[in-house]
């Protein structure tokens, strides 16, 4: 790695603009580690909830604990009571994480019902609550999860000003801000003028962008062009830890690696369902692998008939034996 400083977040200092973002039911310790492989110089824990993080038993879960080769990692956290959010992040802290995240942003039906995540988006007296309770307690660097407000009315938008300038006046290290409202959830296109203008008006803070990051040199334009100071992967980075490499070396003026081959595909797709196999029952880490899959295989030729070779495999061994199949040159119907 190199010693060049591209991102910083307080102490925390990336030789690079992006880094792996919070993704529910994905960004494990697994996910983590093939990113971290493959050139990501952070990465975020999926969502926490708060209140769970409150109960030791809970937090002291090897799926809530940072791995002992991961650092720097952060812990994302998602909650609505001051005293609750903070205990949370104290006790991640004390754990190990060396960042905490606190999600505004999240547009699950159940967490909006509960006035979580995303929905206090629309109230910027109890996120700020949130955001100094936090302060208070921690001295690791930290972040906030936006979007760019509930939804498409004057209102929100004044919210979403609101929460920005008094979070960059209290000290947050950077706002991480998704592109789209609440209510948009993932449709449409992620609107990265908005996220120019927030770098315009506060050139001082440190404004990281979201939404539609799939293409490593369009990616680095779109940072160039806008001005904001860096971006996180989410999507794109799921089944395709390579997308990481690629952007490193488009980041660093060097070609763009020619894409892995299936050989290539084959290791990590193996060694990525064997972490699995770690972590679970074999039924249950076979259901929870399936959605790496499905990403992992687009790049594969013949993805259809992979994928239903591959959710017919009920086992380890029809697993394994489905990766060996596809997963070399002479696959079936190869040309
Ligand atoms: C399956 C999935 C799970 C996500 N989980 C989280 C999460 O736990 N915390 C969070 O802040 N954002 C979460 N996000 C939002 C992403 O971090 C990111 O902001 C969003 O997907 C836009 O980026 P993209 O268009 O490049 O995927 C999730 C997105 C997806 C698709």
């Not at 802290?93 to 699950?108: K, M, Q, R, S, T």
């Amino acid at each position: 790695m190199s010693d060049r400083v591209s991102l910083k977040f307080g102490s925390l200092i990336l030789d690079v603009p992006f880094f792996q973002a919070a993704l529910s039911g994905y960004s494990d310790y697994n996910m983590r580690a093939l990113a971290r492989r493959h050139g990501c110089p952070f990465a975020l824990t999926d969502v926490m909830l708060a209140k769970s993080m409150a109960n030791p038993k809970v937090l002291a879960k090897p799926c809530f604990q940072p791995g002992d080769d991961e650092h720097p990692v952060g812990a994302q956290i998602m909650g609505r009571t001051p005293a609750t959010m903070a205990k949370a992040a104290r006790d991640l802290v004390a754990a190990g994480y060396d960042l905490i995240d606190l999600n505004f942003a999240c547009p699950a039906p159940k967490v909006l019902r509960r006035r979580r995540g995303g929905a206090l988006l629309a109230e910027p007296s109890a996120l700020m609550d949130i955001v100094k309770a936090v302060q208070d307690v921690v001295d690791c660097p930290i972040l906030m999860k936006l979007r760019i407000g509930f939804d498409s009315q004057p209102e929100s938008l004044d919210c979403f000003w609101e929460i920005v300038t008094r979070s960059i006046e209290a000290g947050v290290d950077a706002l991480v801000i998704h592109g789209r409202t609440v209510t948009q959830r993932y449709r449409g296109q992620a609107d990265w003028d908005i996220l120019a203008t927030v770098k315009e008006r506060f050139p001082d803070a440190t404004i990281v962008g979201s939404g539609d990051i799939f293409d490593p040199a369009a990616t680095v334009d779109l940072l160039k062009r806008t001005g904001l100071d860096g971006f996180i992967v989410a999507r794109g980075a799921i089944g395709n830890p390579w997308i990481f490499r690629d952007l490193r070396a488009v980041w660093e003026n060097h070609p763009i690696p020619a894409p892995p081959d299936l050989a290539e595909q084959r290791a990590i797709i193996l060694e990525h369902f064997h972490r699995v196999l770690e972590g679970h029952h074999e039924k249950k880490a076979i259901g929870y692998f399936r959605k790496f899959m499905v990403n992992y295989a687009r790049r594969h030729p013949k993805r259809k008939k992979l994928l239903i070779d591959f959710m017919l495999a009920a086992d380890r061994a029809a697993v394994e034996a489905v990766i060996d199949t596809w997963y070399v040159d002479a696959y079936p119907g190869a040309d």
